[in-house]
């Protein structure tokens, strides 16, 4: 039997979130239907954050509305702290993200919360969770470099997931914010992160701001990481990360992992339908670096 990659499809929130023209929550809504409808079980549907701080995410209370019961199992949103998590949880979020930046700056920028306050927040968070019965990824944010601070060290990164863990979050998310990590580095720390935690509590995130996405996603899965984030279309940045591009793009990961024999239960078609939908929707075009080969040759 193939082996699996899990794909969480984060485009409705780090992709919109950084589009200058704001989708209406209906747009929002039939966004996420396509892509469940073209097989993605694992979607971040948006994030319960300060409207001022992302107008692009206000609503997203009404786009798990729309969405409904039914379709809550698959999403997830992004929760900054308390009051976002107590929003997600009446909204239908039965996972929720918290994200802590691995540097003292990324964390004032992003949620003006000293790194402390963040993980005092997280560990809240995931306690809470835990004990409410929702799915609790956990973040490390510009864990190989940060727009403001520079490299990150590997073992800033190994004991923050180390206290990530002992707080018992379902998943530690290795995220590189800015697409600034390069094959050998993922390589080593995700090394020592699966012989740390094991394969199943580690996920990663790529940007694809120096086209090293898809090279980032090999090199993990070589490490033994089977879970992936990655945007429709390449869609994505973020508006609190100066230089950041769009995340490795959807259709790429699932093209090059399929060809490799994985299962990723993606079909190809329906999520270049959803790319077309994202295109339409946003006013941009939108595609992965495979875009113009895939649109020829899918079937
Ligand atoms: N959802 C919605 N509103 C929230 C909120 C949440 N999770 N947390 C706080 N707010 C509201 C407060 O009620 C308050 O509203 P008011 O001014 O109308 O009374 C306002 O936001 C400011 O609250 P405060 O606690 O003083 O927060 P702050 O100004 O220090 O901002 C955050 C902190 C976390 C709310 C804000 O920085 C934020 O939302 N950041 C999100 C960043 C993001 O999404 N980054 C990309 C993903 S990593
Ligand atoms: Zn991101």
């Known amino acids: 039997m193939s082996e699996c990659i899990v794909i969480n499809e984060v485009g409705p929130r780090d992709g919109l979130q950084s589009q200058d023209k704001h989708l209406t929550v209906a747009e929002r809504a039939s966004l996420i239907k396509s892509l469940l409808t073209a097989g993605l079980q694992h979607i971040e549907a948006?994030?319960?954050?300060?409207?001022?701080?992302?107008?692009?995410?206000?609503?997203?209370?009404?786009?798990?509305?729309?969405?409904?019961?039914?379709?809550?199992?698959?999403?997830?949103?992004l929760v900054p702290n308390m009051k976002g998590y107590e929003l997600a949880r009446s909204a239908g979020a039965s996972t929720v993200a918290v994200v802590v930046s691995a540097t003292e700056t990324m964390n004032q920028k992003n949620i003006n919360m000293s790194l402390q306050q963040t993980l005092e927040t997280a560990a809240n968070i995931i306690r809470r969770g835990r004990a409410e019965g929702a799915r609790v990824q956990a973040y490390l944010s510009v864990?190989?470099?940060c727009p403001y601070e520079g490299k990150v060290a590997a073992d800033t990164i190994l004991s923050q997931a180390r206290q990530l863990a002992a707080w018992d979050a379902d998943e530690i998310v290795i995220a590189d914010t800015i697409g600034a990590a390069d094959p050998a580095s993922v390589r080593s720390l995700l090394n020592a992160l699966v012989a740390e935690h094991g394969a199943e509590k580690i996920a990663c995130h790529f940007h694809d701001t120096r086209a090293m996405g898809l090279a980032n996603t090999f090199a993990a899965i070589e490490s033994g990481v089977r879970r992936f984030d990655s945007s429709l279309g390449g869609l994505g940045g973020c508006p609190f990360a100066p230089g950041a591009k769009g995340n490795v793009a959807t259709e790429d990961v699932v093209m090059m992992c399929e060809q490799m024999g994985f299962k990723t239960g993606v079909q190809m078609p329906l999520l270049l339908a959803a790319v077309k939908m994202v295109s339409e929707l946003t006013g941009h075009t939108q595609g992965g670096r495979a875009h113009y080969w895939l649109s020829n040759n899918a079937v």
Do not use: C, I, K, W
Not at 50 to 72: C, I, K, W, Y
């Open 46 to 77: 948006g994030s319960f954050v300060s409207p001022r701080a992302v107008p692009q995410m206000a609503g997203t209370d009404e786009v798990f509305h729309l969405l409904g019961p039914e379709n809550s199992p698959y999403l997830s949103a």
């Open 143 to 145: 864990a190989f470099e």
